[in-house]
């Protein structure tokens, strides 16, 4: 089983600000499949990056995904109001189980 | 639209069996993988398994092999994640979601709203 490691686990930024979120894997994830997911209490995670940097269907530009092997990071440019939330890393690479890492939440400063 | 609707809230007992449901809509249920996903109130995400509803193939987590079933009716675009004995727990969000890419386990684009199911005696 790969184990993923996110740092931070709480994140405290403001509006406006840049955030960097860091995915580790205990070993290398086969061809970059990490996918990044947003989710706001009370909803369904939501897809946001696949294939470790590229932008899911309706995702704004200012969410961007980087990294390969064991090593992922997940920036979003200029934190919006709406993009306070816990993200979390999942690999699903050559077997199962294709797991999640534990999430970062993004709160506001 | 391709959606994927859950069924409701459950509260069962312990040792009480259990069937939750979450029907596909607006895209060919057959050819894509669906996952589940549990999440225990105030915890993060885990990957129980999936199941490929053409074929009813089916991978589960370590975790959970043995303790939940997956199954399919394609007829009516369902996919079912069930229990018959349950835990406390078990007590947590039960999500559905689609991988998004056809016949092959990917990235899970579409899910469901989730369904708590809460056991207790």
């Known amino acids: 089983e790969i184990v993923l490691t996110q740092t931070p686990g709480t994140l405290s930024l403001s509006p406006g600000e840049r955030a960097t979120l860091f995915c580790r894997a205990r070993?290398?994830?086969?061809?970059?499949?990490l996918a990044w997911y947003q989710q706001k209490p009370g909803q369904a995670p939501r897809l946001l990056i696949y294939?470790?940097?590229n932008r899911a269907t309706g995702i704004p530009d200012r969410f961007s995904g980087s990294g390969s092997g064991t090593d992922f990071t997940l920036t979003i440019s200029t934190l919006e109001p709406e993009d306070f939330a816990v993200y979390y890393c999942q690999q699903y690479g050559s077997t199962p189980p294709w797991t999640f890492g534990q999430g970062t939440t993004v709160e506001v400063k | 639209e391709v959606q994927l609707v859950q069924s409701g809230a459950e509260v069962k007992k312990p040792g009480e069996s259990l069937k939750i449901s979450c029907k596909g809509s607006g895209y060919t249920f057959n050819k894509y993988w669906i996952g589940w996903v549990r999440q225990v109130p105030g915890k993060g995400l885990e990957w129980m398994g999936t199941i490929y509803p053409g074929d009813s193939d089916t991978r589960y987590s370590p975790s959970f092999q043995g303790h939940v079933t997956f199954s399919v009716d394609k007829s009516i675009s369902t996919a079912y994640l069930q229990w018959s004995s349950l835990k406390a727990s078990d007590t947590a969000v039960y999500y559905c979601a689609r991988s998004a890419i056809l016949g092959t386990i990917s990235q899970l684009d579409y899910w469901g709203q989730g369904a708590l199911v809460t056991v207790s005696s």
């Open positions: 294939g470790a940097s």
């Open positions: 070993q290398s994830v086969s061809s970059s499949y």
